[in-house]
Structures are given as structure tokens and as C-alpha cells.
């Protein structure tokens, strides 16, 4: 069975900095690799999406990088700002997860002004 | 453009009460959709799914049931509820897996 692992499970940084929250999943035949934002009490927000093949991806300040061989993915946050405080999330899909999105337990992500 | 509603916000229900948990899809045509669980501290469980009308699938056996009446409209059931069910449900869509699963803003639901 699919194992999705989001370590560390809480960071907080001060403002500014660059930072990378990591994804690791224990069955590297995954079709995907999402990425989402989850704020206090509300719903998921879509980041990134990394498909198949597409080691990159890449939105504003943020880059998720993917490697099924070794399954691990990065998510990298360059210049945080306060904003950027949130629960972050990764899912994969694949054979393994009966083909439905299989969820972390998340990073919680604290910026410090 | 698409967008997902989800309805109601908040929810305080009994034991022992019914429930009803409505989800509606606008802007595409024969989405996937999903029903999501979040308890306090743990990770999404995906609870059902469904491919097309009427159909549905459960990935937990539990105090909970689903129907899809419309192309568009996914619901989410009870027929007596238990403390166990309070968490936060989460519905989602998605046109194939190649393109991610968009989520609604979610429903917090507390059974008293």
C-alpha cells in the first residue's frame, strides 16, 4: 500500500528566508504529484502539479520538484513572506493509491515577521 | 471557468440525527468527484467516489453513504450520526488524473 510521508510535520522560519518542505512515498509508480495549501479551516488550494514526466514545476516564488525513481518530491518557498503561513500538502496518484489521489499529513508552515 | 460550492460551512448536529452534505460542480460536464474526510490532527481519507451518475464507490465502510441524483451534484449521507463523524468533509472534482483534483471550501461538521 502507498505510504506518503510530509516531514517535518511543523517548520518555522523567519521571514525572508528559502525553505523546502519535503514529500516522500514509498511506491515510485505514481502517475502524479500535487501539491496544495491548506489554510486554518479551509478548504485545499491547488499549487502544483507534477505530471509524469515533468520533473519541474514551477509557480511565482514556489518549485516542486519530483523524483519517482527515488520517491521524493521538494517544494521549494524562496523569499517567504507571512502570507506563505499555511498547512502545505502533497497527494499522489497512482496503481498503488487505486488510482485516486493519496494524501500526506501535511507540513504546517510558520513564517515569523 | 469551473468552480465548486459546498454547503453548509458549519454543522452541528445531535447523535442520532440524519445528515445531508451537498456538493455541486459548474463549468464541466462529467467530472469525477470525491468525498474527502479531515479529522483533527490526521491526514485526508478519501471516503467515495463517483465516475458518472449513480455511480459510487466507498473506500471506507462507515456510518456514511453517497449519491450522485445529477452529472454535477455529489451528496454526502447519514442516517443517524455518531461523535465519530465530526471532522471537516471535503469534496473534490476532477476531469482525469492527469489534471489534479480542484477542492471545495469544505464543511466543518460537530456531532454533539
Do not use: M
Amino acid at each position: 500500500k502507498q505510504e506518503v510521508t510530509q516531514i517535518p510535520a511543523a517548520l518555522s522560519v523567519p521571514e525572508g528566508e528559502n525553505l523546502v518542505l519535503n514529500c516522500s512515498f514509498t511506491d515510485s509508480a505514481i502517475y502524479n504529484l500535487q501539491w496544495f495549501r491548506q489554510d486554518p479551516g479551509k478548504g485545499l488550494t491547488s499549487l502544483l502539479l507534477n505530471q509524469s514526466s515533468q520533473r519541474e514545476q514551477t509557480s511565482g516564488r514556489l518549485n516542486a520538484s519530483l523524483d519517482k525513481s527515488s520517491g521524493r518530491s521538494t517544494l521549494y518557498i524562496a523569499a517567504s513572506q507571512p502570507g506563505d503561513s499555511a498547512t502545505y500538502l502533497c497527494a499522489v496518484i497512482g496503481p498503488g493509491t487505486g488510482n485516486q489521489f493519496y494524501f500526506g499529513t501535511g507540513t504546517s508552515l510558520t513564517v515569523i515577521p | 471557468s469551473q468552480t465548486i460550492h459546498q454547503w453548509p460551512a458549519t454543522l452541528v448536529q445531535p447523535v442520532g440525527s440524519p445528515l445531508s452534505l451537498e456538493c455541486t460542480v459548474e463549468g464541466t460536464s462529467n467530472p469525477n468527484l470525491y468525498w474527502y474526510r479531515q479529522a483533527a490532527g490526521r491526514g485526508l481519507q478519501l471516503l467515495f467516489y463517483s465516475v458518472g451518475i449513480g455511480q459510487i464507490s466507498s473506500e471506507v465502510p462507515q456510518n456514511l453513504s453517497a449519491s450522485r441524483p445529477q452529472d454535477r451534484q455529489f451528496i454526502l449521507s447519514s442516517k443517524k450520526l455518531l461523535l465519530s463523524d465530526s471532522g471537516f468533509y471535503l469534496c473534490a472534482w476532477s476531469t482525469g488524473q492527469d489534471y489534479g483534483y480542484t477542492f471545495g471550501s469544505g464543511t466543518r461538521l460537530t456531532v454533539v
